[in-house]
């Protein structure tokens, strides 16, 4: 996406070149030399000064497009350590030889091992409704 988000400079020459030769075109050059060397300039100007404006705005939004990139890569690097982490609390609560309820603020349980319902003799069926 790096690659995509990079002003295509060429694009502007490219832009430049195609503009004058319209203007020096048959069709387009009596049109061309009919107008005042001063509107001609200012017409010239123009063009440049629109392209100097159109080049600092590719360059803000595929600078806004890197930073959001960044912000993503970021993001799912974080979410894949939550999950990590989560997973191995997950494993640690399983493998505990006691039987473990965990509970939250509002006192509802959010998880257990099998060793709970087995201490406490309560059904996986019971257990899956704790929440309804």
């Given at each position: 996406?790096?690659?995509?988000?990079?002003?295509?400079?060429?694009?502007?020459?490219?832009?430049?070149?195609?503009?004058?030769?319209?203007?020096?075109?048959?069709?387009?050059?009596?049109?061309?030399?009919?107008?005042?060397?001063?509107?001609?300039?200012?017409?010239?100007?123009?063009?440049?000064?629109?392209?100097?404006l159109l080049t600092w705005v590719w360059k803000s939004v595929s600078g806004f497009l890197n930073r959001l990139q960044e912000d993503e890569r970021r993001f799912v690097e974080l979410?894949?350590?939550?999950?990590?982490?989560?997973?191995?609390?997950?494993?640690?609560?399983?493998?505990?030889?006691?039987?473990?309820?965990?509970?939250?603020?509002?006192?509802?349980?959010?998880?257990?091992?099998?060793?709970?319902?087995?201490?406490?003799?309560?059904?996986?069926?019971?257990?899956?409704?704790?929440?309804?």
């Amino acid at each position: 996406m790096k690659d995509a988000c990079k002003f295509p400079y060429h694009s502007i020459a490219k832009f430049l070149e195609n503009c004058w030769e319209l203007l020096t075109s048959a069709p387009v050059m009596p049109l061309w030399r009919a107008l005042k060397k001063d509107v001609r300039t200012k017409l010239l100007t123009g063009i440049v000064v629109f392209l100097i404006l159109l080049t600092w705005v590719w360059k803000s939004v595929s600078g806004f497009l890197n930073r959001l990139q960044e912000d993503e890569r970021r993001f799912v690097e974080l979410f894949d350590t939550l999950n990590q982490h989560k997973e191995l609390l997950r494993a640690s609560i399983e493998s505990s030889p006691d039987g473990v309820l965990v509970v939250n603020n509002q006192g509802k349980a959010t998880h257990y091992n099998s060793n709970f319902t087995i201490m406490w003799n309560i059904s996986q069926e019971l257990m899956s409704k704790r929440d309804r």
